[in-house]
């Protein structure tokens, strides 16, 4: 069993910054990437960043890109997900998943609770 905890949501400015973390616990990850999702209300869940575990590669939304860096650490099974000019329409919850590397949420094994985050105008 595998389990993600996201922590470090919450209301921020437009224009402001927040990092998000992703502790990872129940088994190894060498063979896992880390994506991040988001899901405004009303809408379909929506791909923002993944990183793989053993490389470190990784792919942007280009929503996102320029704005936001994923980044992982090994050692302490942690993924991160900083969030720089943030923007009213990135308000949404971000989930952190566990699986292959991909824009599909259905590539991915397991996931977090989520955590909320507001960005007001």
């Known amino acids: 069993q595998v389990q993600l905890a996201e922590s470090g949501g919450g209301l921020v400015q437009a224009g402001g910054s927040l990092r998000l973390s992703c502790a990872a616990s129940?088994?190894?990850?060498?063979?896992?990437?880390m994506g991040w999702f988001r899901q405004a209300p009303g809408k379909k869940r929506e791909f923002v960043a993944y990183?793989?575990?053993?490389?470190?590669?990784?792919f942007y939304a280009d929503s996102v890109k320029d704005r936001f860096t994923i980044s992982r650490d090994n050692h302490k099974n942690t993924a991160y997900l900083e969030m720089n000019s943030l923007k009213p329409e990135d308000t949404a919850i971000y989930y952190c998943?566990?699986?292959?590397?991909?824009?599909?949420?259905?590539?991915?094994?397991?996931w977090g609770q989520g955590t909320q985050v507001t960005v007001s105008s």
């Open positions: 990183i793989t575990w053993s490389v470190g590669s990784t």
């Open positions: 129940g088994r190894t990850f060498s063979s896992y990437a």
């Open positions: 998943a566990a699986g292959t590397p991909a824009l599909d949420p259905d590539e991915y094994d397991y």
